[in-house]
Each structure stands twice: as C-alpha cells, then as structure tokens.
C-alpha cells in the first residue's frame, strides 16, 4: 500500500527556514521520482521541486531556486524539502506525491499518482 506522509511544516518569520519531510512507504525511491507541491489558499496547486534518485537529478521551479534544496534518503525511503530564505508568498500547504515515472520530466500534477496529505507552512512576522 503507497503511503507519503509529510511532517515539519510550521509557523516561522520572513528570512527563516524550515526543512519538510516526505516519508513514503509502499514503493522504493530507487523506482520513482518525488515530487514536492504547494497550494495556497485562493490559488492553483503549483509544482515547487522534483528529485529522481535513478538519475540523480532534480528540478526547480524558478521561484524557489537557490533557496530550496530537495534531497533523498533512500535507506530511509524519505525525501527532505530544505527551505531557506522563506517569504510571505512562500505560505501554503506543501504536499509531496509519487510521480508515475523514474524521472522528473516537469512539475504536472497528473504525471503524479499518489499524495501525501499535506502540511501548512506559514511565513509571517
């Protein structure tokens, strides 16, 4: 059974930084890429990050470059969203899902097949 449980959200002022978790279950990360999204309120679910551990390679959205790092523990079967820098704009809730393929071709919702249930990250002084 595929399981993504996310954790590490929170409250936290502008220019701070906080680190999500993804632990997925059900699946390896050796198989299928992750990915990490964010949907703030009144708006479209936007893809923030990608990282495929069979190629070893990861996107960003160009928003979030240079202030957000993805990585992976593939012993742990869990994928880090490590944020720095954080803006007001940058409050949403973040989910992470399992992507249908090995690699990150581009941040679509629909190439994604199962979803964690999210976790609310605010920024605000």
């Known amino acids: 059974q595929v399981q993504l449980v996310e954790s590490g959200g929170g409250l936290v002022q502008p220019g701070g930084s906080l680190r999500l978790s993804c632990a997925a279950s059900g699946f390896t990360l050796d198989y299928y890429a992750i990915g990490w999204f964010r949907q703030a309120p009144g708006k479209e679910r936007e893809g923030v990050s990608c990282?495929?551990?069979?190629?070893?390679?990861?996107y960003y959205v160009d928003s979030v470059k240079g202030r957000f790092t993805i990585s992976g523990d593939n012993a742990e079967n869990t994928v880090y969203l490590q944020m720095n820098s954080l803006k007001p704009e940058d409050t949403a809730v973040y989910y992470c899902?399992?992507?249908?393929?090995?690699?990150?071709?581009?941040?679509?919702?629909?190439?994604?097949?199962?979803w964690g249930q999210g976790t609310q990250v605010t920024v605000s002084s």
């Open positions: 990282i495929s551990s069979r190629y070893g390679s990861t």
């Open positions: 899902a399992k992507s249908m393929y090995y690699g990150c071709s581009d941040l679509s919702s629909w190439n994604y097949d199962y």
